[in-house]
């Protein structure tokens, strides 16, 4: 994986094209949990979202070498 992405001449850091994409996500991810009702068994909300952006965002990084995509 490159370190930086050209957009309309514009070098973008990968890491940031990747936590964009987590961030996504995640949200997607923590609507599912509200609508199944499970954040009532979840003390600290704030918490569980960050460990969920960060556990997509390491996924992502590794997934994204190993299936040949170019960032």
């Given amino acids: ?4 992405v050209a957009l309309g001449g514009v070098y973008v850091p990968t890491l940031l094209l990747l936590a964009i994409f987590a ?13 199944l009702g499970l954040y009532r068994f979840i003390a600290y909300r ?4 960050l460990s ?5 965002l390491g996924l992502l990084s590794i ?5 040949g995509i170019r960032l």
């Fill in 1 to 4: 994986m490159t370190g930086e």
């Fill in 23 to 35: 961030l996504i996500l995640s949200w997607g991810v923590t609507r599912l949990i509200h609508a």
């Fill in 46 to 49: 704030a918490l569980v979202d």
């Fill in 52 to 56: 969920i952006f960060i556990l997509l």
């Fill in 63 to 67: 997934l994204v070498p190993m299936l």
